[in-house]
Nanobody, 128 residues
Framework: QVQLVESGGGLVQAGGSLRLSCAAS????????MGWFRHAPGKEWREFVA?????????VYADSVKGRFTISRDNAKNTVSLQVNSLKPEDTAVYYC????????????????????WGQGTQVTVSS
């Protein structure tokens, strides 16, 4: 069982930065792949943002955030972070962290159904 709590969201101007954090409870945190997803206003489903494997050996990003967002984790502290730079108004969304089974050599998944545990979300609003 893993419980996740996100923090670090807020209101920022276009071009600004934020660091989103996700604190996990549970002794098995280091076994899970971790991902960040977002749910934008007016969108029907959550959109994949980034994910990384249990040992940070594999990372994957959505095309829309490549070069601007960086995912990282600290297994000793049971945390995963998302550094978001060069923010755009279209990045406005509720951001969720999620934990799922690590698929091994195929790399972390970008599908919501492959993640078993979810946080409550943190709001990121980017003004133009």
């Amino acid at each position: 069982q893993v419980q996740l709590v996100e923090s670090g969201g807020g209101l920022v101007q276009a071009g600004g930065s934020l660091r989103l954090s996700c604190a996990a409870s549970g002794r098995t945190f280091s076994r899970y792949a971790m991902g960040w997803f977002r749910h934008a206003p007016g969108k029907e489903w959550r959109e994949f943002v980034a994910a990384l494997s249990w040992n940070s050996g594999n990372t994957v990003y959505a095309d829309s955030v490549k070069g601007r967002f960086t995912i990282s984790r600290d297994n000793a502290k049971n945390t995963v972070s998302l550094q978001v730079n060069s923010l755009k108004p279209e990045d406005t969304a509720v951001y969720y962290c999620a934990a799922g089974r690590d698929p091994g050599s195929s790399g972390p998944s970008h599908y919501t159904e492959d993640y078993d545990y979810w946080g409550q979300g943190t709001q990121v609003t980017v003004s133009s």
